[in-house]
């Protein structure tokens, strides 16, 4: 679904659209999702006559799988969240190079040409919610550097990578 400037100039634009797995590219292969996600709400201009941002308001619910950062194993995360996202021209950004765009607008978007694509928002939304890194579990023991092991569900025989200097202290006198 696309909100259009032109539509939007005349009257706010709802949405209720359901994207089935593979209908959005996250940019990112190690992120997909685990099931439909719903999102719904509404499309406005909040300056018409000014800005002409486009600020997307609303809900999203589903679910994404990522990978664990440790053992990559995927994990399903529910995504229910609000949407409260602003896109401003593209083109009034390259006039007003002096703006400063400092870290509190850092989830202002842009858009380019007629306006903003629905399922760009929803990719942008799930982006911001997910964590920077995800682990399976709190105590996630990864994958043997050596063996490449999924060491939560086998043990390995790998020597330590950082051995403990006691040990080798230990070692040296016994030999
Ligand atoms: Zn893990
Ligand atoms: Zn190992």
């Known amino acids: 679904m696309f909100f259009d400037i032109q539509t939007l100039e005349k009257q706010?634009?709802?949405?209720?659209?359901?994207?089935?797995?593979?209908?959005?590219?996250?940019?990112?292969?190690?992120?997909?999702?685990?099931?439909?996600?719903?999102?719904?709400?509404?499309?406005?201009?909040?300056?018409?006559?000014?800005?002409?941002?486009?600020?997307?308001?609303?809900?999203?619910?589903?679910?994404?799988?990522?990978?664990?950062?440790?053992?990559?194993e995927p994990i399903h995360v529910p995504v229910v969240c609000s949407i409260d996202l602003f896109y401003r021209p593209m083109a009034r950004i390259a006039r007003e190079e002096e703006v400063a765009l400092d870290e509190a607008e850092?989830?202002?978007?842009?858009?380019?040409?007629?306006?903003?694509?629905?399922?760009?928002?929803?990719?942008?939304?799930?982006?911001?919610?997910?964590?920077?890194?995800?682990?399976?579990?709190?105590?996630?023991r990864g994958i043997c550097p050596a063996c490449g092991k999924n060491r939560n569900r086998e043990a390995c025989d790998c020597r330590e990578s950082f051995p403990d200097p006691r040990w080798e202290a230990l070692r040296d006198w016994k030999n």
């Open 106 to 140: 850092c989830e202002v978007g842009f858009y380019q040409g007629g306006g903003v694509e629905l399922a760009d928002v929803v990719r942008e939304q799930v982006t911001i919610e997910l964590p920077m890194r995800s682990l399976c579990r709190e105590d996630c």
């Open 12 to 72: 706010k634009i709802r949405f209720d659209q359901v994207f089935a797995p593979g209908s959005i590219d996250f940019l990112d292969a190690d992120l997909r999702q685990a099931g439909d996600l719903r999102a719904s709400g509404v499309a406005e201009l909040v300056d018409p006559f000014g800005a002409r941002e486009i600020r997307v308001r609303g809900d999203l619910r589903g679910a994404m799988e990522v990978v664990c950062a440790r053992c990559l």
